[in-house]
């Protein structure tokens, strides 16, 4: 039986849900999350349901998002990037120094941005695959050396944006819908398709589920990985350019702990810390969940270091959660 069949099976040979199925069941149970979070925020917390709070969950939404969809396929393959916080602070540093102060003009400016993102994620790539350096140490390096450059780029202040009106366009809207969430639905889009249907991403699965098998099936195990967090550097850079765009400033502070609520999101929509289970579809809805929650517990007034509280507990529910189901799969196939 090939891979692809055994994925599509519903039923395990021991009677328990085959991993589409468990994926399903997550996936509903989240959404039912979701839908219980509206019905009580929409009856406690004022504001909540009106049309401006939810344009606005929607901009929160793709900050997440959109690192989420790479740092998504980066926990398939097995490994883990916290860089994100300090690669999103740091490309809208870029950004506007390029655009401001360094004579780049605005275009120059968001090319070198988005080449930096691609290569400071190839430097992690490569130094896990090259010389077996751990994900969570690479990643953590360049999370000290890029937060570390963009305070010391500006002196920790903001550096305002020349008036741009691409730069408009990407903090505005289009059609009434902010410019960073049409953005997100977009590489969601690109992603679920890339994670289901291509090679490629079909080569992510493999590795995270048997990177030893991987390798003798013919898969360039060194090359995925450099791509992977390639790819995570260059959503890093989109998503600094839009905050950029939107604060109208870069800001080597911006995006503090992001990192945190981008791997929230991808391991409340169910993906294994352990590699090879995962889908684009549930890091959307834990998108939804961890941005419904932040917005519900501001407009409750809950203190801002509570809240911090809050989403401490939910990640290591979650990570819990995760672990638990894992072990279940193992043994289930164990037996």
Known sequence: ?????????????????????????????????IVVLYVALGSTAAGFLSVDNQLGMLRDAATVGIAAWGVTLVIISGEIDISIGPAVAFASVLVAKGAAEWGLGVGGAVLLTLAAGM??????????????????????????????LGLYLTDALPVVLPSSGLFDVLGGTVLGIPTPALVMIALFLVFAYVARYTGYGRSVYAIGGNAPAARMAGID???????????????????????????????????SGL???????????????????????GTLLGVVFITVISNGLVLLGVDSFLQNVVRGVIIVAAVLVNVLVTKRSRATRET
């Open 259 to 281: 990192e945190f609520d981008v791997i929230a999101a991808v391991v409340i929509g169910g993906t294994a810390l352990a590699g090879g289970r995962g889908s684009m579809l």
């Open 221 to 255: 195990l060194a090359k995925v990985r450099v791509l992977l967090f390639a790819t995570t550097g260059l959503l890093s850079a989109i998503t600094g350019i839009l905050l950029a765009a939107r604060l109208g400033s870069g800001n080597g502070g911006a995006a």
């Open 1 to 33: 039986m090939t891979v692809t069949q055994t994925a599509e099976s519903q039923v395990s040979p021991g009677g328990a849900p085959a991993p589409r199925m468990r994926r399903s069941l997550n996936e509903i149970g989240l959404l039912a999350a």
């Open 119 to 148: 290569a400071w994620g190839a430097l992690a790539g490569w130094l896990r695959a090259r010389f077996e350096v751990p994900s969570f140490i690479a990643t953590l390096g360049i999370w000290s050396a890029l937060g570390g």
